[in-house]
Nanobody, 121 residues
Framework: QVQLVESGGGLVQAGGSLGLSCAASGSIFRLNAMGWYRQAPGKQRELVATITRSGRTNYADSVKGRFTISRDNAKNTGYLQMNSLKPEDTAVYYC???????????????WGQGTQVTVSS
C-alpha cells in the first residue's frame, strides 16, 4: 500500500508563488520517476513536469522557466516550486510516482489526490 499526498495548494495572485509537496508513504522500496500533472475545468489532464530519481527534469513549455521540480529521495518527497503564476495555471495539481515496492518488484504507478491551485488576476 502506497499513498501520495500533495500539499501546498491555495489561492495566490498572478505573479505570486506557491510551493507544492508530494509526500509518499507506505510500502516503498524505491521511489523512481516522479511527475506533476494538472487538470483545469473542461480540459484534459496535462503533464507539467517530470523528474527521474537521478534528477533529470523535463517541463511543459507552458511552465518552463517558471516552475521547478525537485525531490528528496531520503524523504520520499517531491516538490514543485511555482513562480510567476498566471491565471491559466489554475488547476488541480496531481503528483505521480513510479514506485518499486520491494527489491524484487517492478514499478507501479501511484497518484495523489490532488491539490487545488487558484491564481487570481
Amino acid at each position: 500500500q502506497v499513498q501520495l499526498v500533495e500539499s501546498g495548494g491555495g489561492l495566490v495572485q498572478a505573479g505570486g508563488s506557491l510551493g507544492l509537496s508530494c509526500a509518499a508513504s507506505g510500502s516503498i522500496f524505491r521511489l523512481n520517476a516522479m511527475g506533476w500533472y494538472r487538470q483545469a475545468p473542461g480540459k484534459q489532464r496535462e503533464l507539467v513536469a517530470t523528474i527521474t530519481r537521478s534528477g533529470r527534469t523535463n517541463y511543459a513549455d507552458s511552465v518552463k522557466g517558471r516552475f521547478t521540480i525537485s525531490r528528496d529521495n531520503a524523504k520520499n518527497t517531491g516538490y514543485l516550486q511555482m513562480n510567476s503564476l498566471k491565471p491559466e495555471d489554475t488547476a488541480v495539481y496531481y503528483c505521480n510516482a513510479d514506485v518499486q515496492r520491494a527489491y524484487y518488484s517492478d514499478n507501479s504507478p501511484s497518484w495523489g489526490q490532488g491539490t487545488q491551485v487558484t491564481v487570481s488576476s
